[in-house]
């Protein structure tokens, strides 16, 4: 440990005021303020009507309990938007744990506080983290909740969350009960311009009138806010439920089965309820909307699974029923592509992904659905058997289309492939996985009987041979036009795949390594030479990128006894000698070439990953540019010996590359 660790460092000051002092707890509703995203989010239009929806779903909450059968959505000027129904009425007498302070008061300016958390108050409700509305009055510059209960209406005004005096009782009923909240998002968190769409909340409105049959909702708005497609007023009520709202989406249209399939369906043990409306227009881009406990989850989940899972059972056995031995390829979405549905399911305890509540996460859902859902469907295939036949075969036709599409898939991507492999050169051995595919390498080898071994010890998967025979042109020396007619060259440009010259380019190259493996000989050495000539020359962005590799074949075996050593070169032998065999008399082999290796000593030394060593080659920092390259391969290996003489003279013992172990 350094001495320094409790000094600090003097030229870090932002470190050096971290203490115990920027540590902050933050109080009551101060961290819905500071992190709306984490409540509702974010703080763009979506997350501005999702406070509408917060409020609105605690009233259905009550409908769907059984306490209020009215609800009403009132938006006004500066928008400031009204939500009453006639429930029980948020609770108002002292808090048993908060002295002073009502149930209510504690709802509205407290995190976590709700009736929801067990199911003594609500059986199926939407709410169930007890923030909700805590979270709409601490981004709201007000709210005001008025509650009548027991005869008595009571008052608290809020802003920015926090209480405004205490809860008032402002006068006596005879009748009237619930609740109402009227509150003005702040502009603070959610900017100047941002208002409430009046169509966006008529909308709401009216889906939650269909989600549950026993509820009327009544819409208003403030007569400027009202244009010919939002009334000013306006009352829904759908004693059909889902059903009705898919005959009035439908609106005629023509469909594969005349009555869509609908129905409802307690779970066993009072765990809830299911119900849904399904259609097959004949043509239609599909419209899918799933609900828990009233609660919109657009990204569907476990109830979705449980419906795709009856349905896509039920249309398989109603095949083998009618002969039909092609239901077994039905896939839920060859069902569900096109279709136009509603799904809604009350449980208890429901789990989402967020406090959005995007996603139902609840694992019993799926089979509580699947097992409702599923006699229902198939009493509606096999009960009508025309009207079963007709809709299986709508679903078949899908079925037909899909899997014409992927063989016609199938047979483009073959062809592109033989395409391409029928251009590759001749004489390439190359790897069976794909282009472009990680850490497969080409050995570029000299001569065909070091070829013969490579092939026989590759790894088939990832290494690929391309033998190249003799010396190959000297690119430096040539002209573009002898280049391009050069054979081994143009089989080295279609192995590789990249493109030569202004169009190399990295990202298409077939492999990720490439590796020169030569014999370690003077012969192979040149051979070796000429390759990066070329390299460097026509695919300097290869090289650039680190794909150009050295293979290292070892020069000589030394055997002693049972134990064996390669040594790469006579420096190595020598090293090996006094170390590892210790001075001890050694049988020294020499392979002359490749070709001598058998090939389990190619793959040892040479060509495994796991025990080969190879070069890589570098470019130094002063040959970034291409041009600086040409000029340097052209003083090397161009047609002028001079200047090599003079390079060598000027470099001699200078010359190095980068030892990696690849
Ligand atoms: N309109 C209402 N009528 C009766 N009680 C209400 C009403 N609105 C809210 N409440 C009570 O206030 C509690 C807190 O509501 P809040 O919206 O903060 O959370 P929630 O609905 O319990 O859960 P969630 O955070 O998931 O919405 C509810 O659990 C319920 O007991």
């Not at 320094?4 to 000051?13: P, R």
């Not at 809604?344 to 139902?360: A, G, H, M, N, Y």
Request: aromatic letters at 8%; glycine letters at 8%.
């Amino acid at each position: 440990m350094s001495d320094d660790l409790f000094g600090g460092n003097a030229a870090s000051t932002a470190s050096n005021n971290y203490d115990a002092s920027s540590i902050e707890v933050l109080e009551g509703l101060e961290p819905v303020r500071r992190r709306p995203g984490m409540y509702i989010g974010g703080t763009d239009e979506r997350a501005l009507h999702h406070l509408a929806s917060e409020v609105l779903d605690n009233s259905m909450d009550e409908a769907v309990a059984g306490h209020a059968n009215r609800i009403e959505v009132y938006l006004g000027l500066d928008n400031i938007l009204t939500i009453s129904d006639n429930g029980r009425g948020i609770p108002v007498d002292p808090h048993p744990k908060f002295p002073g302070k009502s149930a209510l008061e504690v709802i509205l300016t407290t995190l976590h506080s709700g009736g929801k958390f067990t199911d003594k108050a609500y059986a199926t409700s939407g709410g169930l983290h007890g923030v909700g509305v805590s979270v709409v009055n601490a981004l709201s510059t007000y709210t005001e909740v008025e509650v009548a209960r027991n005869k008595e209406v009571f008052k608290q005004r809020f802003e920015r969350g926090h209480a405004i005096g205490n809860l008032e009782k402002i006068g006596s009923t005879a009748n009237r009960r619930g609740t109402s909240i009227t509150f003005q998002p702040d502009p603070e968190i959610f900017g100047a311009d941002a208002k409430f769409k009046a169509a966006r909340l008529f909308k709401l409105a009216r889906s939650k009138a269909y989600l549950y049959a026993g509820v009327e909702i009544r819409w208003k708005c403030d007569p400027r806010l009202s244009d010919e497609n939002i009334p000013q007023e306006a009352v829904f009520q759908f004693p059909g439920g889902l059903s009705d709202h898919l005959k009035e989406q439908l609106a005629g249209r023509e469909c594969a089965t005349a009555e869509f399939f609908s129905g409802m369906q307690d779970f066993p043990d009072s765990e809830g309820r299911v119900e849904w409306a399904i259609s097959w227009p004949l043509w239609s881009d599909g419209s899918y909307s799933w609900y828990c406990n009233t609660i919109p989850t657009p990204a569907g989940g476990t109830h979705e699974q449980g419906l795709r899972l009856a349905l896509t059972k039920a249309f398989r056995s109603f095949g083998e029923l009618v002969g039909n031995k092609k239901t077994n390829q039905i896939t839920a979405d060859d069902i569900f592509n096109g279709c136009e549905m509603m799904l809604s399911v009350f449980i208890r305890d429901p789990q989402f992904q967020s406090q959005t509540k995007d996603r139902l996460t609840s694992a019993n859902a799926t089979k509580l659905v699947e097992n409702a859902v599923r006699d229902h469907f198939d009493h509606f295939l096999s009960g009508n058997i025309e009207r079963g036949k007709a809709l299986l075969s709508f679903i078949m036709d899908k079925v037909d289309e899909r899997l014409k599409r992927k063989a016609e898939r199938e047979i483009k991507r073959k062809t592109a492939t033989s395409a391409r492999k029928l251009r590759l050169p001749g004489k390439l051995t190359d790897c069976s996985n794909g282009d472009g595919v990680e850490d497969t390498e080409l050995f570029i080898v000299e001569g065909d009987s070091a070829g013969g071994s490579a092939k026989q010890a590759r790894d088939r998967k990832t290494q690929a041979i391309l033998p190249i025979r003799g010396k190959i042109l000297n690119v430096a020396s040539a002209n573009s036009t002898k280049i391009n007619a050069n054979q081994e060259i143009a089989d080295l440009s279609l192995a590789l795949g990249c493109g030569l010259r202004k169009d190399c380019n990295p990202d298409n190259l077939r492999y990720s390594r490439i590796i020169i493996m030569t014999d370690a000989d003077v012969d192979g050495a040149h051979i070796a030479t000429l390759l990066m000539t070329f390299f460097f020359q026509e695919m300097g962005p290869i090289v650039k990128a680190g794909h150009l590799y050295l293979a290292r074949p070892p020069l000589y075996r030394l055997t002693s006894g049972s134990k064996s050593e390669y040594a790469i070169d006579d420096e190595h032998r020598a090293e090996l000698e006094a170390t590892v065999f210790k001075g001890k008399k050694v049988e020294v082999g020499r392979f002359k070439g490749l070709g001598e290796m058998n090939p389990s000593q190619l793959k040892e030394t040479t060509m495994d990953p796991a025990t080969r060593s190879l070069i890589r080659i570098t470019l130094p920092p002063q040959y970034e540019d291409q041009a600086a390259v040409r000029d340097l391969v052209d003083r090397l290996m161009g047609k002028k010996p001079e200047e090599r003489f003079a390079f060598i003279q000027q470099n001699a013992g200078l010359l190095d590359g980068e030892t990696i172990d690849a």
